[in-house]
């Protein structure tokens, strides 16, 4: 019968991967083994604790449906979506900065001719004309470019988050050969990540608080371009230093300025896309 001291244990797992055909799966499970590992030995880690650990994923998945995704929250909260976002799309040059995608992005939102307002059912929020243009990265405009924007609504839940709600609040407008776009919606507020589940609980243990600065949402994608996934921020906003989600960047706060009319704003922004 094989005995196992700690170090030996890790190898032991790791060796039987060796018949493993996908080299890339295996350098990923041998790394996570790996640091699993570690992580215990670190923590000198109880059976009590690790039960906890399994009940706390087990009601992580069980909180996803359809429109719920608790391991996106997760995964969010934790930073490893922006740890992600930074080894992959370091953008050293005049291309706009990722962040993350977050879990309320939908398929299929509706394509709207430009100008259109995404906006029609919100209560209460101030009016807000957001325009600029997309280019490349020597400043050509990108035609035929896909906007896909959402957000969540003046009172701080998106569509999905409500029974019934239909798509609202989201939409696809697409370039012409300026590159321009422009759209019109309700300035975003700061909003709490969901709360209600495994990590809204693990935020409240933790001492931390659930805010998202006010943002807009984009993925903006062009055949020969990488697909771009961002937000727009709301400068001045008090939770830009503390972001539940770490997905602030400088680079992307935008001054949202007094608009046409008394108490409606304007949000201008011009997106450069990386070459493919
Ligand atoms: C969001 O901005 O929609 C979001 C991002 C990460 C976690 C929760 C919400
Ligand atoms: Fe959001």
């Known amino acids: 019968m094989a005995r196992f001291s700690e170090d030996a244990l890790t190898e032991a797992v790791i060796a039987r991967m060796d018949k493993c055909d996908n080299p890339r799966l295996k350098q990923i499970m041998a790394a996570t083994v790996r640091h699993l ?21 087990t009601a992580t998945g069980q909180k996803c449906d359809d429109k719920r995704q608790e391991f996106i929250l ?17 953008r050293p040059g005049s291309e706009t900065e990722s962040t993350v995608l977050g879990p309320f992005f939908v398929e ?16 209460g929020g101030a009016p807000t004309l957001v325009s600029g243009k997309v280019s ?25 988050q409500k029974p019934d709600a239909g798509m609202d609040l989201r939409a696809r407008f697409r ?26 609980q693990m935020l409240l243990k933790l001492g931390r608080h659930p805010y998202r600065p006010a943002h807009l949402h984009f993925i903006v994608s062009a055949p020969g371009h990488e697909p771009l996934t961002t937000h727009l921020f709301v400068k001045g906003d008090g939770y830009l230093d503390s972001d539940a989600v770490f997905g602030v960047k400088d680079s992307l706060i935008v001054d949202f300025k007094p608009g046409a009319k008394p108490g409606e704003f304007t949000c201008e922004y011009d997106f450069v896309l990386k070459a493919a």
């Open 37 to 57: 590992h570690a992580l215990a030995r670190e923590v000198k880690l109880t059976e009590a604790e690790w039960f906890q650990a399994i009940q706390f994923l």
């Open 74 to 90: 997760l995964s969010d909260t934790l930073g490893l979506s922006m740890m992600v976002d930074a080894i992959n799309h370091a």
């Open 108 to 123: 299929g939102a509706p394509d709207l001719e430009m100008g259109a307002n995404i906006a029609p059912h919100a209560k």
């Open 136 to 160: 490349d990265g020597s400043g050509r405009p990108v035609a035929g470019a896909l906007l896909d924007v959402w957000q969540a609504g003046p009172d701080g839940f998106y569509d999905v």
């Open 175 to 200: 370039t012409g050969t300026d590159g321009k776009y422009h759209f019109r919606t309700v300035k975003p507020v700061s909003y709490p990540v969901p709360t209600d589940g495994p990590v809204g």
